[in-house]
């Protein structure tokens, strides 16, 4: 059971207000919606569950564990935030591979495969500098998935794709939600953003204005 609890979250950079009293709580096989124009505060509320950021005032917990407090970071959690960034003079089998050398989670066959899904080759010597933008894009995705966590957070996944690489995405956020995972994505597309979350959670101005099913659990 995995269960994510926002609870009062303020997050103050400066004397700006990026999260303001933010509350919320995500459980296991689920898709969670982010909704808001740039700037909306959907990128620091990932970046606190994430624990890459601390609240000013507030606390996120995962299974009632805090962030900061009980723990540093989420026990099992893959991510995806704004750019990917990997080594350019390797390959993304290479890179992947290295990254899953950390934890030691992910066989190099679990890598290969989730090169795969995301449409990719893992054979390809191709260094990652040479990559487009939507292959960066996969390669990034894949990262966040291929050990399996229980939580993904993806923010705007589907940007630089093409169609082919959309679909993809659907399916491949569809597969972690089937697994038991939860996810939490963004997207500018609200079509998109609707088909898939079961719940959407629409911000403004660092706050949540507004709570609805998505299309997924209508």
Avoid: W
């Avoid at 080594?87 to 989730?114: C, P």
């Avoid at 894009?137 to 630089?160: C, F, H, K, S, Y």
């Avoid at 079961?198 to 998505?214: S, V």
Wanted: glycine share 10%; hydrophobic share 40%.
């Amino acid at each position: 059971m995995v269960q994510i609890e926002i609870n009062n979250v303020t997050k103050r950079i400066h004397k700006n207000l990026v999260l303001q009293d933010v509350t919320a709580v995500m459980h296991e096989g689920r898709i969670y919606g982010l909704q808001g124009v740039n700037g909306s505060g959907k990128t620091m509320l990932m970046r606190t569950i994430i624990g890459l950021i601390r609240p000013s005032e507030g606390n996120v917990s995962i299974n009632g564990k805090i962030i900061g407090k009980d723990i540093e970071f989420p026990e099992s959690i893959g991510f995806l935030l704004e750019n990917p960034a990997f080594l350019g003079r390797y390959s993304g089998f290479d890179n992947l591979n290295m990254l899953a050398g950390i934890r030691k989670t992910a066989t190099v066959e679990q890598v290969r495969d989730t090169i795969r899904l995301v449409g990719l080759d893992p054979g390809d010597k191709k260094k990652y500098r040479k990559y487009s933008l939507g292959m960066k894009q996969r390669l990034g995705i894949a990262a966040a998935i291929m050990e399996e966590p229980d939580i993904v957070i993806l923010d705007e996944p589907t940007n630089a794709l093409d169609e082919s690489g959309i679909y993809l995405v659907k399916n491949i956020l569809l597969r972690q939600k089937e697994r038991g995972a939860l996810v939490i994505i963004s997207c500018h597309d609200i079509g998109i953003l609707r088909e898939l979350s079961d719940e959407i959670f629409k911000l403004d101005t660092g706050r949540i204005i507004e709570h609805i099913c998505g299309e997924s659990d209508a």
